[in-house]
């Protein structure tokens, strides 16, 4: 899937049923859940599900909890603005998808 069929998948009520757990929270962020969002990766361990938990707490504005997460997640960065992040996570997790 690409990055444009993936925005393209907004205008669903659910995400696809192939969505892992960190795509399908980036899905739900987008369309402004973020409760849900969060609850998709809030006991996730995985590298991607705490590199898109750190990104949802920094869009919440709690930093030291996002600092916390992207430090859990290995990654010292992230991009400047909320937006590109989201597209730089959704693109490397499309990368990965089956």
């Known amino acids: ?3 444009n069929e993936f925005q393209a998948t907004l205008v669903l009520n659910e995400p696809p ?3 892992s757990p960190p795509l399908a929270a980036l899905w739900w962020d987008a369309k402004g859940d973020w409760p849900r969002a969060h ?12 590199a898109v938990h750190a990104y949802l707490h920094r869009r919440e504005g709690s930093l030291s909890n996002a600092d916390y997460w992207y430090r859990r997640a290995g990654r010292l960065y992230y991009r400047a603005a909320l937006e590109q992040e989201w ?3 959704v693109e490397g997790l499309l990368v990965q998808a089956p």
């Open 87 to 89: 597209q730089a996570l």
């Open 1 to 3: 899937m690409s990055p």
């Open 17 to 19: 049923k192939n969505f």
């Open 39 to 50: 609850d998709l990766v809030d006991a996730l361990e995985s590298t991607e599900g705490m």
